[in-house]
C-alpha cells in the first residue's frame, strides 16, 4: 500500500486528535518513524521514513503537537536543501540542513542550457544532487524541499520557466520547490539580503544592481560578440588585437610589443602571425583564448610596460561598469556603512593590483569626479552556490540560518 498525501483537513478540529496517533510516531532528525501501522496516514506498516518523503506529517506534528502537550522538533531543521551554481566550463552543488549546515558539495560539468539544451542541463543537475545526497549520507530517494539553479544564460523568465517545467516533468521527486535564476543573482544572495552590485570578471564579464526595494539593473553580460569588456578573453582579444594592429601600421601600441609578441606565439604554438587564424575561426575555444590572460598577468607583475597596460585597461573597463550603474544605486545603498557593496567574482581579481588603478579612473564620471564617494569591494569565501541554497529555501517559504560576514572578504575600501 503506497503512502497517501496526509491532509490535516481530516484533522481541522484538533480537539478531535487523539494523543494516541501522536504516541505512534516520533520525529527526529532527518527521519519519521512510525511505531504502529497508520492507515489513515497512508503507512500500513511500522517503518522509519525520511522527513523530506512524509513532509505533511511532519508539518501536522510540528504544527499540532505542542497543543497537545508533546515535544516536537522544529521541522525546518529536517529539511533538505540544495543550491547550484552552474557555469559554462564546470557547476558546483551544494546540500544544506535546515539549520544552516553544509552536509556536501559536489562538482560536475557546464550546466549552461545554451550549451547543452534543457534537458540535459536538467539531467547533469539531477546527477549531481543524486551524488550530494549519497555525499551526505542521505537516503537516494530524498526529495529536497527547495532547490535554487542559479545558472550563467538564465537571465530570461521565460527560459527559466521552460527549465523549472522541465525539471518537474523529467525529475518528479527531485524538489518540491525551485527558483531560477543567474549566476549574478545567486552570488549576490551569497553575500548580501540587503542588495548592492556583483561585478563579474572571469572569461567574461557581467554587472548586477539589486537595490533593497527589489529593483534591478544591469549591465553586460553580453558575451564576447557584444561585450566582456575587463573579462580574461577581453584583455587576451586586446593583446592580440593591439599586436596585430601594430604590425599592421594601423595604430600604434602604447609600448613595446616584443613580450606579447612572444606570449602569443607561445600560447597558441604558431611559427607567424597567419597560425593564430586557426584559432580564431576554425577551431575556435573562448576558454583557450581567453586563458593567455594568465601568462600576460604573469608578464606585467615582471614589468612589462604593454602586459600592465592591458590590465590597467581591462581595470577602467570593469570601473565603468559601475559608473553605468551608478545613477541607479539607491541612497540607501550608497550612505550605508562602507559605501556600496561591490561583490567581485571570477579569476581576473586575482590580479586586483593591476586593475586597480584603471578601475579607479573607470568610475569617473566626464568631469573626472567618482561616480560612487565610497564603496567597498569583497570577494566571496564560500562557494555561489551557497546564495543558491538560500534561494531555494526561499522558495519553499523557509529561511535557513546565515551569516553574511563569515560568506565573504574584504579587500578594498575606496573613499572620495
Known sequence: MAPKAFSSDLFKNRREISKDIFEKVTVKGGSIKIKEPLEEFGHDKAETVAVSGCLEIADFVSTNGCSLGLETEDMSSSLIFGGVEGGGTHSTTMIYN??????????????????????????????MVA????????????????????????????????????????????????????????????????????????????????????????????????????????????????????????????ADINTVQELIFTHFNIQDRFGILTHCYDNF??????????????????????????????????????????????????????????????????????????????????????SISELTMVKLSVGMATGATYLGAKAAGKSIPRNFQDNVEKFFHYKS
Not at 535546515?98 to 536538467?122: D, F, H, R
Not at 539593473?217 to 586586446?238: F, V
Not at 550612505?335 to 579569476?347: K, R, W, Y
Request: with cysteine; proline share 3%; glycine share 14%.
Open 98 to 127: 535546515g539549520k544552516g549546515e553544509k552536509l556536501a558539495e559536489v562538482g560536475g560539468p557546464s550546466t549552461n542550457l545554451y550549451q547543452i539544451g534543457i534537458p540535459e542541463t536538467n539531467k547533469r543537475i539531477s546527477d
Open 131 to 254: 551524488e550530494g545526497l549519497k555525499q551526505a549520507g542521505l537516503p537516494e530517494n530524498t526529495t529536497l524541499e527547495g532547490l535554487g539553479l542559479s545558472l550563467s544564460g538564465c537571465e530570461r523568465e521565460e527560459t527559466n520557466s521552460a527549465l523549472t517545467a522541465n525539471m518537474v516533468e523529467a525529475h518528479p521527486t527531485l524538489s518540491r520547490h525551485y527558483d531560477v535564476c543567474s549566476d549574478t543573482v545567486g552570488t549576490l544572495n551569497t553575500a548580501t539580503d540587503s542588495g548592492g552590485i556583483v561585478l563579474i570578471a572571469g572569461t567574461g564579464s557581467n554587472a548586477l544592481l539589486v537595490n533593497p526595494d527589489g529593483s534591478v539593473h544591469r549591465c553586460g553580460g553580453w558575451g564576447h560578440y557584444l561585450g566582456d569588456e575587463g573579462g580574461a578573453w577581453w584583455i587576451a582579444h586586446k593583446a592580440c588585437k593591439v599586436y596585430f594592429d601594430h604590425v599592421d601600421n594601423l595604430n600604434n601600441a602604447p
Open 285 to 370: 575555444s573562448k576558454a583557450e583564448f581567453a586563458s593567455l590572460s594568465k601568462k600576460i598577468a604573469e608578464a606585467a607583475l615582471t614589468g612589462d610596460a604593454l602586459c600592465i597596460w592591458l590590465f590597467r585597461e581591462g581595470g577602467r573597463m570593469l570601473g565603468k561598469h559601475i559608473r553605468a550603474l551608478a545613477n541607479n544605486v539607491s541612497k540607501e545603498l550608497k550612505e550605508a556603512e562602507g559605501g556600496l557593496n561591490i561583490v567581485c567574482v571570477g579569476s581576473v581579481w586575482k590580479s586586483w593590483e593591476l586593475l586597480k588603478q584603471g578601475f579607479l579612473d573607470g568610475i569617473k564620471d566626464d568631469r573626472g569626479q567618482p
